[in-house]
């Protein structure tokens, strides 16, 4: 797969393959995915990597694998302040991967977008720390108000796959 990722009719007769042979292909998703395709053996699961996604590189799957290593997020707006403070990623990117579900174990994507937005308003990273908490003391009483159901609607999905993904 990483081999053929740019011959998009080679890659579909792969994953073919893939299927046939009992392989489960996942989408991407945080703590899994990195650069290119990986293989989990404990799970039998590929991972698409994100490299093949517009706007994104090496250093923003590189980055987003290190904060999913370095501990334990149970929080999204703990990861969204790490992402801001301690990444390559912009917020085109950190938007895209939202929208495409990357962040998936946190919630529905436009739960998730709603909670980026009202982050992106109010948080920047040379804020003095005291105004940094009051900030993000701000955001999760906005969230608190959410519809964690909420999501975007299958055609709005797909077509926002196929502007980032292609397919």
Known sequence: LNVFEDGADKSEKIMSYIKEKGYKIESISFGKS???????KDDNVIYKGLKSIKYMNDNVADDLLRLSK???YD??????????EDTVLDSRQT??????????????SKYLFKIYEKFSERFKKNHKDKTKDARLTEVREYVSTLDK????????????EKKMLGY
């Open 34 to 40: 990195e650069s290119r395709y990986t293989y989990d």
């Open 70 to 72: 370095s501990k334990q």
């Open 75 to 84: 929080d999204f707006i703990e990861l969204l302040k790490d992402i801001a």
């Open 95 to 108: 938007s895209i991967l939202i929208r495409l579900d990357f962040f998936k174990s946190f919630g529905n």
């Open 149 to 160: 159901d909420v999501d975007f609607t299958i055609n709005e999905k797909i077509d926002y």
